[in-house]
């Protein structure tokens, strides 16, 4: 065999700032977590005081409209977290919300719905934006998954994201083509809402979904807000159906409605009156008026929808979902 | 020298229908998208708005043979119209009856190895190559407006074999330069540029439909070329609504393309866009009079908003 004395060149990199992988790092802070089965469940409140510390990289699944942590983003800016680092992929309003709230300084752009506060929070350097994409930000947290610190990606070369991002376009070592590699992200913390989850956090998701299990496993502290509680028994009777393991999760909250104003796929339906409010409160620069109503002046979810909702429109909700499609959103 | 046929262009099924005499300009977009879907490919739709409406009325009405993935992991949906506001992903109806469920990494695996055909966008900005702008109007990033950012687009315009663009014909929208790319064209349009920053080869921007007009790209140049025009408008005024001067063919090259019929548009109003959220955006409105084609303005719809699909 001849020997290579070849040197890994790099041809261009992005001059963004990013979160440093070292997947041993992440390893010795994996190496913490329990792993026996050990009863998770706690209140929404509590969940977030305990695994949600201000300067965290945070990333949740799916978004604020779509069966995502709609009640934990909520209870995050109820909390008045700071100085978080997000990951903004494949999310309507979320990234405006935590924004304007103050509850974050740095967001990595996959993305959001942006609006007069975005531009006036960069324009006065307030929060600080790196650019990717929503298939990025996935491959990013896919390295993160595998316990690697990059991954080569077919896309995002040539871009002007590129040249803000953390990415470097290599020579292949392999193949000598120019090949783009993205740093892996191991986030502090995951919210994930599911369909269901026993106690302990094996956690099933019923549907299409953008990265549950990259996320789950890439972060170092994750959060599953449940539609429904299951016990083991029924886990394990259709063990297929798990895709979050108990032993990567760190607390399991039983959240009906935990996706609302959004729609939990065969679930419920969407609120489509207060979709229209908060997406008119991000276009019209009235968010803080939309957090007052919907966040602060409530103590919690049990009394926003006591307040606010109402139980009929919760029922319109769910009989919303039943007359659309059901199957396949149940074991 | 004869130009490459253009799919859906000319000669179709819509010709024997009985065609619309009132419609608006972003419909007579959607449909003239609908026909240029080519039947028997596979297509990575952006989710929501003109891209998705033109690809499930082309399912409907000239290529029942057609699959199309979303980036939030479907492949093949059958999907229950209309959507609620804003459910045009990751949600039941959208998904209904697909083929596959499957997730973000799924759909980008399928595209990575070459399984979709088609990519369709729509975009804020385009230049003479292809290059998209859904990142930040202005100076980056010191001065303007930011944007939504690129979401699945950045990858759909990577690794799909032919990407097709969807805008406004607006002079702000064809601009000489991007001000931010955020999803590659063929980037500064030298040979192999694609290539050389890591892109798969045999990719690239194919078409640019907007509201008065069809283009494609020019092999030897890569550059924006038109190719067609509404019936509607004259080259003139279409050249006249771009910030930059696309390469225009002799005059009897440039095809004029066949207004709505009202299958297309009935389909369109009353499964689609029903509450008027994309076509109403834009208020000029289309109608035949005096034997003519004729533009007129109308007073923005209620409910009509930027962005709400």
Known sequence: MESSEKVLKVLAEGKGDYKLVDPDEHRRSIKQKPRGMRKKLMGLREAIERYVADGDYLVWEINYLQRGPAAAIREIIRQRKRNLWLGGKFTWVAVALLAEAGCCDRVDVGFFVSGPALTRLALEGRVKFYEYSNLVMTARLRAGAMGVSFLPVRSFGGTDGFKYSGAKLIEDPFTGKPVVVVPALNPDVALIHVHQADEFGNARIFGASISDVESALASRKVIITAEEIVSTEEIRHNPGLTKIPYFAVDAVVHQPFGSYPGECAGYYASDTEHVGEVFAAIYRDRIKEYLDKWVYSVSNEEDMFSKLVGVGKLNELRRRATIVATEGYRP | ?309
């Open chain 2, 1 to 309: 020298m004869s130009l490459p046929k253009l799919h859906g262009i000319g000669e179709g099924p819509w010709r024997g229908e009985e065609r619309a005499s009132a419609f608006a300009e972003r419909e007579f977009q959607v449909c003239i998208a609908a026909r240029m879907v080519e039947d028997g490919s596979t297509y990575w739709v952006a989710g929501g708005g003109g891209p998705m409406y033109s690809v499930l009325m082309a399912k409907r009405l000239y290529a029942p043979d057609v699959v199309y993935v979303t980036e939030d992991g479907l492949v093949g949906a059958e999907p229950l119209l209309p959507f609620d506001p804003v459910m045009t992903l990751a949600a039941a109806r959208p998904a209904y009856r697909a083929l596959m469920w499957t997730t973000m990494s799924g759909i980008g695996d399928q595209s990575g190895v070459g399984y979709l055909d088609y990519g369709v966008l729509n975009t804020l900005q385009v230049d003479p190559y292809g290059n998209v702008n859904s990142t930040w109007l202005g100076s980056y990033p010191s001065e303007g407006r930011r944007m939504n950012g690129p979401g699945g687009a950045d990858t759909i315009a990577s690794v799909c074999r032919r990407l097709v663009l969807m805008t406004d014909h607006q002079r702000r929208k064809f601009v000489e330069r991007v001000d931010f790319i955020s999803s590659p064209g063929y980037l500064d349009g030298s040979p192999r540029a694609r290539e050389l920053a890591g892109l798969p080869e045999d990719t690239g921007p194919y078409a640019v439909i907007t509201n008065w007009a069809v283009f494609d790209f020019e092999a030897e140049s890569r550059r924006l070329r038109l190719r067609a025009i509404a019936p509607f408008v004259t080259v003139e005024q279409v050249l006249g609504e771009m910030g930059f001067r696309p390469i225009v063919p002799a005059p009897d090259e440039i095809q004029v393309l066949d207004p709505p019929t009202e299958r297309e548009l009935t389909i369109l109003r009353t499964e689609m866009d029903v509450r008027g959220q994309f076509t109403d955006a834009a208020p000029d409105w289309v109608v035949w009079e005096d034997n003519q084609w004729k533009m007129v303005k109308r007073e923005p719809q209620k409910g009509a908003g930027p962005g709400f699909i």
